[in-house]
């Protein structure tokens, strides 16, 4: 999931629901960012991760 932190909200901007169980991999990760960071290019990005 990528989230936007507005307001100490977090604003779902895109997810992906895996198949499989455990930890997504690099190449899922970077799919989903490369569908959202091109329309963020006007903004201050911090990126946070997480697992599970």
């Known amino acids: 999931m990528v ?3 507005w307001n100490q909200r ?3 901007l895109n997810w ?3 198949s499989n169980k455990g930890n997504s991999n690099f ?3 970077q799919a989903l960012f490369t ?3 091109p ?3 006007d903004y201050q ?3 946070l991760g ?3």
């Open 39 to 41: 329309q963020l290019l």
């Open 27 to 29: 190449n899922q990760q």
């Open 50 to 52: 997480d697992r599970e």
């Open 16 to 18: 992906q629901i895996l």
């Open 35 to 37: 569908t959202v960071l």
């Open 3 to 5: 989230s936007l932190v």
């Open 10 to 12: 977090a604003i779902p």
């Open 45 to 47: 990005v911090t990126v």
